[in-house]
């Protein structure tokens, strides 16, 4: 069983906030790039974004363009966005679906859905030519409750490994078998560290967002996770849900427990997850560095498939309510 901190014991008074540069510094953010998203763990959507067999989405990290699809079997994989012969782009659009090949529209190299090498028109008259030799490069791919996790690195740690201290966390929400409602971009004039770091604290809220503070008090925040790279724990609601009216706007998620009717959940899976639990719906933020200065986030939210068509239920009335909380924040990050 965790045990739950106090917000004001989790801190330490030797805890400081980064210089400066480390929020300005192009050269910082390069090593940031090449340091840890180059070679951690990165969400970057749902297994539901490519259901059918041959849907693709395109995922853009940093300088890379990665084609995640569902291929012929089921099972989801991911490919540099490139083909093997001229390095040409394949995929421009950012969302679509593939027959049963993929083709490259420069020199119609053709590949299956599993990546391989199925067609190269002429170069049979290329001494030594071999097709197998020349699949799409793979990305390492993860799937974790729903979540698609991608890895560059050739010596990626093993994600069991890695995400051990929350592997089992969630598992009670049933999230795999969310679906996604609403998901909304936004861009945020900060260094991407910010965006985590005002994330993972409430003390800003009376002032910034006293809606919020009204329905969630931040002195009732409890942390079970307060050092390495994951952090969080609860805030205590007095309502039944964080929305415009503090209604529910959902059927509540699987398995939700008596307590967990009163408490919303936020967990910092670093780098650059912001997973928010509430009793009837799932919200993730996801943050992308873009400059030293600038960032990209993205905004998921996620509920029971029941709410389909139901007509007891508003999602838009916790989507509204964070949109404009966003906003908040960004602002004045």
């Given amino acids: 069983m965790n045990y739950f901190y106090k917000t004001a014991e989790s801190y330490k008074c030797d805890s400081f906030t980064l210089p400066q540069k480390y929020y300005i510094d192009s050269t910082i953010l390069k090593m940031e790039i090449e340091n840890i998203f180059s070679k951690s763990w990165l969400y970057c ?85 071999i097709k197998e030799d020349y699949p799409l490069h793979s990305v390492n791919l993860i799937e974790w409750e729903g979540y698609i996790f991608i890895n560059f690195s050739d010596e990626s740690a093993d994600f069991h490994l890695e995400y ?25 004039n900060c260094n991407w560290k910010l965006i985590i770091q005002n994330y993972s604290e409430c003390y800003h809220c009376p002032l910034i967002h006293p809606s919020l503070s009204n329905m969630t008090p931040y002195t009732g925040g409890m942390n079970d996770m307060i050092s390495g790279p994951f952090l969080g724990g609860y805030m205590e609601m007095n309502v039944e849900s964080i929305t415009k009216d503090g209604k529910l706007c959902g059927p509540l998620l699987e398995n939700s427990s008596d307590k967990n009717l009163s408490r919303v959940y936020y967990y910092t899976l670093f780098p650059n997850i912001l997973l928010s639990i509430h009793p009837d719906y799932v919200m993730i933020h996801t943050v992308w560095p873009e400059g030293p200065e600038t960032c990209s986030i993205n905004c998921r939210w996620l509920f029971s498939k029941k709410v389909e068509g139901s007509t007891n239920y508003n999602p838009r009335n916790a989507i509204n309510f964070w949109d404009k909380t966003n906003l908040e924040d960004w602002d004045i990050c």
């Fill in 164 to 188: 051990a201290p929350v592997i089992d966390l969630f598992s009670a929400w049933d999230m795999k078998y969310l679906k996604t409602i609403d998901t909304k971009y936004y861009h945020a």
């Fill in 45 to 129: 959507g749902r297994c539901d974004d490519v259901s059918e067999q041959g849907e693709y989405k395109i995922v853009e990290i940093g300088n890379e363009s990665i084609i995640i699809l569902r291929n012929i079997d089921g099972m989801i994989n991911a490919f540099y966005n490139v083909c093997r012969h001229r390095g040409t782009r394949i995929c421009t659009k950012e969302f679509g679906k593939f027959s049963n090949t993929i083709q490259c529209p420069y020199h119609g190299w053709t590949y299956d859905l599993k990546g391989n090498l199925h067609r190269a028109p002429n170069m049979e008259a290329v001494s030594d030519f």
